[in-house]
Antibody
């Protein structure tokens, strides 16, 4: 069974940093591109970052570019999201999601973790 | 960025009703569109990809159609367990990824 488990969320002050982790099981992480998606309380879904299996393609949402860094360690079956200069508006549940590729140029999110809550507040 | 809109923002229908949700993209995305279902406190669940392909295990009362800029998700006979919020997603990797604002489906 495919499982994705996020961790690392919590309360952080504005301007602070946080590193989120996502551990994969039930499949070989090195065979899949991965993504981070977030959802502010009561709001919609916002894609944040994409990383290819070998890290040769990395994409970021323009709105967060420069403040987030996605990385992965396939040997540890883990995906990471480093978030810096956090703002109150970054308060959200952060999900990792596996890419389903249909052809070369499409990305669907076929498996999701349960999410980890990040609260940015003074 | 490709902007995605959805209508209606919410719908209330009875068990057995047909429910149609529409999604519009700000530019042609061919059939690079997915639909997700999300229940409160849970992660989204992939229902349909490539505009009309049903994900494995998803009931056949769900169907998707459309191409280019206009897409629809149809629930042919609404069931109590279909109460959720539904999101569309633009899936063209070169355009990056955007979600629609969501449509909340309630059971009367």
């Amino acid at each position: 069974e495919v499982q994705l488990v996020e961790s690392g969320g919590g309360l952080v002050r504005p301007g602070g940093s946080l590193r989120l982790s996502c551990v994969a099981s039930g499949f070989t992480l090195s065979g899949y591109a991965m993504n981070w998606v977030r959802q502010a309380p009561g709001k919609g879904l916002e894609w944040l970052a994409y990383i290819s299996p070998s890290r040769d393609s990395i994409y970021y949402s323009e709105s967060l570019k420069g403040r987030i860094t996605v990385s992965r360690d396939n040997a540890r079956n883990s995906l990471y999201l480093q978030m810096d200069s956090l703002r109150v508006e970054d308060t959200a549940v952060y999900f990792c999601a596996r890419r389903r590729a249909v052809g070369v140029a499409t990305t669907y999110f076929d498996n999701w973790g349960q999410g980890t809550l990040v609260t940015v507040s003074s | 960025d490709v902007q995605m809109t959805q209508s209606p923002s919410s719908v209330s229908a009875s068990v057995g009703d047909r429910v149609i949700i529409t999604c519009r993209a700000s530019q042609d995305i061919s059939d690079s569109l997915a639909w997700y279902q999300q229940k409160p406190g849970k992660a989204p669940k992939l229902l349909i990809y490539a505009a009309s392909t049903l994900e494995s295990g998803v009931p056949s009362r769900f169907s998707g159609s459309g191409s280019g800029t206009d897409f629809t998700l149809t629930i042919s006979s609404l069931q109590p367990e279909d109460s959720a919020t539904y999101f569309c997603q633009q899936a063209n990797t070169f355009l990056l990824f955007t979600f629609g604002p969501g449509t909340r489906v309630d059971i009367k």
